[in-house]
């Protein structure tokens, strides 16, 4: 990257210090040469080619972001657990949300019910409106969670695409993978599921 390239970057990355430099006939950056490593590279290697480098003919200077990728990838993995925590918790408050909510219908329709099975309805058409209901009521709210999710992260990018910041700009790169947008709703279905089943078996 030439000089004149690292300092547009500069001020992309931080637009209020940028527009200190704006007065500079020249850039104050390096030419640098950057170079990454594939995810499938040994450990170890970006720290051995900056070693390398070093004693190339016209490289002043060369540094390593080996240490400092690693602990990002710590946080990010951190962050990750505390995110599927999170998730578990709020699954299980859905189920029990799902349970009390057909517990109160079961209650209010203690006698439509009756009826029904007095009139010969197995329990299973008894009870297969409430499992339909709670099971598409989680889909619904899986689904609206992953809506949710989305604009936020395009919000992100239309923030970011004004005010670039070197930060965040790496943590709003891609969206969910298509697995896991599958999966949302999927368990917001189950839990749906589950806490009628919870519920019903409880109410009989």
């Known amino acids: 990257m030439t000089s004149e390239g690292a300092l547009a970057r500069f001020r992309r990355a931080y637009p209020d210090l940028g527009a200190a430099l704006s007065d500079l006939n ?12 594939r995810s499938s590279a040994p450990p ?29 990838a710590d946080a990010v993995r951190m962050v990750r657990g505390a995110g ?12 029990l949300s799902v349970a009390s909510a057909i517990r109160l219908a079961l209650d209010l329709h203690r006698e439509e019910i009756e009826i029904m099975r007095l009139m010969g309805a197995t ?14 009521e989680g889909l619904l709210g899986g689904a609206l ?3 949710l999710l989305y604009a936020t992260y395009r919000g992100a990018l239309t923030f970011l695409g004004r005010t670039p ?3 965040l700009s790496v943590l709003w790169v891609t969206f969910l993978d298509w697995r896991t947008v599958l999966l949302i ?4 279905c189950a839990a749906g599921f589950l806490g009628s089943v919870i519920s019903i078996g409880r109410k009989k």
């Open 26 to 37: 020249e850039a104050p950056f390096p030419a640098t040469i950057e170079v990454r490593t």
């Open 44 to 72: 170890g290697t970006a720290k051995e080619i900056a070693e390398a480098s070093r004693s190339w003919p016209g490289v002043d200077s060369a540094e390593s972001e080996a240490d400092y990728g690693s602990r990002f």
């Open 84 to 95: 599927l925590l999170l998730g578990g918790v709020l699954v299980f408050a859905a189920i």
């Open 123 to 136: 329990e299973a058409a008894v009870r297969a409106p409430f499992w339909l209901h709670a099971a598409g």
């Open 145 to 147: 969670a992953v809506g």
């Open 165 to 167: 910041h070197p930060i």
């Open 185 to 188: 709703p999927a368990l917001g």
